[in-house]
């Protein structure tokens, strides 16, 4: 008898999807097979935020089908597959929340109703944050950290959360060489350890080093495949409107998407 085979990590078949009069997505296919790291390219406009709403369930597609591992984005996320670093976080920083009590909230879907840590999740905590480079700020303010250390803690977070699916929007943004380098290096072991990530980036010269696969977004999927097949002149300009190359970082950091 020949063996089921292991749903895919993302499965997306003819999304189309938008906002009120704005269709972002059009007849997007998108797969992911469990254990990779994909960056997923595009130029502001080309609809990576929408399909990260999508892909978590906060945007219904308009047509087409989603699935996280078999399940609809709504059911991956109540049992936990699913986890996301946001490119802007949501907390206020001048809020007196501790690094590690931020880091905590991944915690929340292993505590149930009480939400009170057990040595168990102390102990994901912990390892999250020595991971990430943040074991000896547990203590301080998300206010007081950096830009890059604050991306840091919220990736911690995510990885706390130990969902078999991580989706990172823009997780270079704003930081410096030395938290790109640890960021990098924690996805590497991420990867390497099972986890499933899909990496939102404008940083075209740090792909090679980063991913495996790439899918180069303009409102549908124009290419997908190993860096140096997808990364070429010609697609990047019919992705960019212009002949980019794998030189410099693009400017700026994205907006709405």
């Known amino acids: 008898m020949m063996s089921?085979?292991?749903?895919?990590?993302?499965?997306?078949?003819?999304?189309?999807?938008?906002?009120?009069?704005?269709?972002?997505?059009?007849?997007?296919?998108?797969?992911?097979?469990?254990?990779?790291?994909?960056?997923?390219?595009?130029?502001?406009?080309?609809?990576?935020?929408?399909?990260?709403?999508?892909?978590?369930?906060?945007?219904?597609?308009?047509?087409?089908?989603?699935?996280?591992?078999?399940?609809?984005?709504?059911?991956?996320?109540?049992?936990?597959?699913?986890?996301?670093?946001p490119q802007h976080d949501q907390v206020d920083h001048s809020f007196p929340v501790t690094v590690e009590q931020t880091v905590m909230m991944g915690r929340y879907g292993h505590m149930g109703f009480t939400r009170r840590p057990r040595t168990a999740d102390r102990e994901r905590v912990g390892a999250a944050l020595d991971q990430v480079g943040l074991g000896g700020l547990r203590t301080r303010t998300i206010g007081e950290l950096s830009g890059g250390q604050r991306r840091r803690a919220f990736l911690a977070r995510s990885i706390a959360q130990e969902a078999p699916l991580m989706l990172l929007d823009e997780p270079f943004a704003g930081v410096d060489r030395a938290s790109e380098e640890l960021i990098v290096s924690v996805l590497h072991q991420l990867r390497d350890a099972g986890t499933t990530l899909l990496v939102s980036t404008h940083h075209l010269e740090g792909i090679p080093e980063l991913a495996e696969e790439v899918v180069l977004l303009h409102r549908t999927v124009l290419a997908s495949g190993p860096p140096e097949a997808v990364?070429?002149?010609?697609?990047l300009a019919r992705a960019f409107g212009t002949v980019l190359g794998l030189g410099p970082q693009l400017p700026g950091s994205e907006g709405q998407r």
């Open 4 to 85: 089921q085979s292991a749903p895919d990590a993302i499965a997306v078949h003819g999304l189309s999807a938008g906002y009120p009069g704005v269709l972002a997505l059009e007849q997007v296919d998108l797969t992911v097979t469990p254990g990779r790291l994909c960056a997923l390219v595009g130029a502001n406009g080309s609809g990576k935020s929408t399909l990260f709403a999508a892909l978590l369930g906060l945007r219904a597609p308009a047509a087409g089908r989603v699935r996280l591992f078999g399940r609809s984005p709504q059911a991956a996320r109540r049992r936990n597959l699913v986890s996301y670093v």
């Open 231 to 235: 990364l070429t002149e010609e697609r």
